[in-house]
């Protein structure tokens, strides 16, 4: 596969994480300001704000690589690019589990217990990592292609729908 469409396959696939941190880390922070919150006991309330500051953490790490691409990379494709899109959607995961986990957990442990809540927010968890990491590694499609170019010139049409994307992405976290 070219550089090119790799690159833009992987900043179409973190902006599109980006989407879905922005709807979990939108109701995490709308949470704090309901009547309700102050019914939570101090634990729970305390991990949203742990699950708060995860989503922060993740989403930055999914902002990264579209900011490297502008302006590190000033809008070229780079072997290094593709590299870097791919680490650090990785590592924007894994917050975003923990985040996931977290926000499960205390919406069940307030209707059902802690026992359920712990249930429900590990097990989530669990299959969030498996469906993400463990079934790529079971598949084996987390073997690294080497790529014989370095980097190519971006066309500028391309350049232009990439800058178009991520202005589609922006709007609705804005």
Do not use: Y
């Amino acid at each position: 596969m070219k550089l090119d469409r790799k690159i833009k396959l992987a900043l179409d696939e973190t902006r599109l994480l980006i989407l879905g941190s922005q709807v979990l880390f939108g109701f995490l922070f709308q949470s704090v300001f309901q009547n309700a919150f102050e019914t939570l006991s101090r634990s729970s309330q305390l991990l949203v704000c742990a699950a708060l500051s995860l989503m922060v953490l993740s989403i930055g790490c999914l902002i990264a690589p579209s900011m490297q691409h502008r302006i590190v990379e000033n809008g070229q494709s780079s072997v290094r690019l593709e590299r870097a899109a791919s680490h650090l959607a990785a590592w924007g995961l894994l917050p975003f589990i923990a985040s996931l986990g977290l926000a499960l957990f205390i919406v069940f442990e307030r209707i059902f217990g802690g026992l359920t809540g712990s249930a429900v927010g590990v097990a989530s968890a669990a299959l969030a990592g498996f469906f993400w990491f463990g079934l790529a590694w079971l598949i084996g499609h987390n073997r690294r292609q080497t790529m014989a170019e370095d980097s190519a010139t971006t066309p500028l049409s391309t350049k232009i729908e990439q800058m178009l994307t991520e202005a589609r992405v922006i709007i609705p976290g804005c």
